[in-house]
């Protein structure tokens, strides 16, 4: 079987020069004499490997140096838990926008610590959309403030963010990062687990500002303290490190492309192809509001009901896969985050309108 267009959600595709890459090195790795998988993350070779993923991540966003980056295990889920009990210690409390199944997770973890206020959410709306912050009541002694960014399984993005007085805006950015430069310096975290836009699972990157790497109880684990990953460079304990080296494989393949300014643009192009289809036809329904469109997840579903699994089936025949729309939400669901190549996009769009012809 040739390799398809995998439009899945998470994992995800990876460039192929990156997957080529890793397969030229895969049993002996720059004359190491052995896999990266075999290495002790302690060599050198390794050490460099890790340092020069963290330098080209720091690069791309133009991290500043008051920020520590940390590639951690335990997914973004994880973060859930790490959040407030490292910067949920001051006052106790935080705020939440509520956009989707990934915000309510993070709501019900960080309930099990601190209080939690929502401040506003589209659950009355399937959560189709953004809700307005322009009005939010931001409590300034709120520990931190909290979004996801982008809603992996409903299709929607944040484009701005609220001034939150100084509270620390933390985000989830597992399912848009790296794909458009951001102001690393509007944020107190930004987490994301790899396997999405930067590799195969089990590496998850915190972007973590230093004054927030502050003193935590006694009674929370070490493994669970920022502290502990920062003061040991990802390395207190075995870090997942052939995630990190793929993951540092696409961080040089976003460089040489052109950073993210370049994928910014490629990934406008890409959702641009699609809404604009979209918008041109009653065939199929875009559900979510436009100005709340996300660039990576975009979801539709056909206007008659009973054609989503024909369209799901057809498409996979011809080389498409992994459109089916999350459960909660049915239809269709085209991820198209940074390694999908346009090609793949302009394919799907094709095929889209040889159903819809096929079908009216
Ligand atoms: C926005 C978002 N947050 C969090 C997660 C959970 O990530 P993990 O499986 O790495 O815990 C996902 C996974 O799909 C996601 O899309």
Known sequence: MERVYNFSAGPSTLPEEVL???ASELVNYQDAGMS???MSHRSAAYSKIIEEAKQDFIDLLSIPDNYEVLFLQGGASLQFAMIPLNIGTKNKKAQFINTG????????EAKKFIDVEVLASSEDDTFSYIPDLSKIDID??????????????????FTSLPDTKGVPVVADMSSNILSKPINVSDYGIIFAGAQKNMGPAGMTVVI???DLIGEVPETVPTMLKYSTHAENDSMFNTPPTYSIYV?????KWLKENGGLEAIEKINTEKADLLYDYLDSTDFYVAPVDKAS???MNVTFICKDDALNAD????AAAQGMVNLKGHRSVGGMRASIYNAMPVEGVQKLVDFMKAFEAKHS
């Open 20 to 22: 080529k890459t890793a």
């Open 36 to 38: 990266v998988m075999e």
């Open 208 to 210: 973590i500002r230093k």
């Open 101 to 108: 199944a990934w915000s309510k997770k993070a709501i019900s």
């Open 293 to 295: 469109r996300s660039k």
């Open 247 to 251: 993951a540092g494989l696409v961080f």
């Open 140 to 157: 300034p002694n709120s520990d931190y403030f909290y979004i996801t960014s982008n809603n992996t399984i409903y299709g929607t993005e």
């Open 311 to 314: 369209f799901i089936k057809e």
